[in-house]
């Protein structure tokens, strides 16, 4: 997206949609610095700079840490991305930061990832509202709730007056021995390991995921090592929940 969105917008959005053979082609290589040589056919200094520096907190990333700026922004915001995006975190922290510093910014989440076309047209038609908004104070476009969010599971896009929910109370879950999730520490055990290599497995894509996810234990096996790990609440989570598609995981 990046090489391509200095480009007119009928390319960029061309690019968008027909760049995802060469996206998956490019994930499964290695070593990743080459990955760009493969997703847009030449070398992009970008891409090689950020993984020259894997540390959050290396200096080489302060020249664009403008986070310390953001309670000071007055100018109207409408902040659109997708719960794959992995900039969603930093947006999402923004619009907190701007909403506890008195601002009113706008907020759209949906059900994609950073490079889906939806997404793209989504923050195209929004702007164009926004602008025409705040321009020439036509808010005949402009919806009434200041936050909109697509939930999971119920498949439906729900209105919100600000996000999180007021009602929402994060939880904790650990992952367990026993391949559950739970609110106490696990206990010790032996680590579980799995061995990923690009040339040799096959992968598949979980539908809304940006990240490849493997065929199953059989591919796995037949290249001797065990399948992927996974985790789930079972019995269910106690107590009522509700997940709108914001959770998180540290490992």
Not at 124 to 152: F, Q
């Amino acid at each position: 997206m990046v090489a391509n969105q200095e480009k007119p917008l009928s390319a960029y959005l061309s690019a968008v949609a027909l760049g995802g053979k060469k996206r998956a082609q490019a994930a499964r290589l290695l070593p990743l610095t080459e990955a760009d040589t493969i997703a847009i056919g030449a070398v992009a200094p970008h891409w090689r700079d950020w993984l020259a520096h894997p540390d959050a907190d290396d200096p080489w990333w302060s020249r664009g840490d403008h986070s310390q700026a953001v309670p000071t922004v007055t100018a109207p915001n409408h902040l659109v991305s997708g719960w794959d995006d992995f900039a969603l975190p930093g947006l999402v922290r923004d619009y907190q930061t701007m909403r506890n510093a008195g601002g009113e910014p706008y907020l759209t989440i949906g059900p994609w990832r950073h490079w889906d076309a939806e997404l793209s047209m989504t923050a195209l038609r929004e702007s164009l509202t926004w602008l025409r908004t705040h321009l020439l104070k036509d808010r005949s476009g402009l919806r009434k709730a200041p936050v909109r969010i697509y939930v999971r599971g119920a498949e439906e896009w729900r209105n919100l007056p600000a996000y999180p929910p007021a009602e929402v109370r994060p939880q904790r879950l650990y992952l367990q021995v026993n391949g559950g999730l739970g609110g106490d520490l696990p206990v010790g055990s032996a680590p579980g390991r799995y061995r990923f290599e690009p040339p040799r497995t096959r992968c598949r894509r979980r539908a809304g995921s940006s990240v490849p996810a493997s065929r199953g234990r059989s591919t796995a096996r037949r290249h001797g090592r065990d399948g992927p790990a996974a985790w789930s609440t079972r019995p269910p989570v106690p107590g009522p929940s509700r997940n709108d598609g914001g959770s998180r995981g540290w490992f």
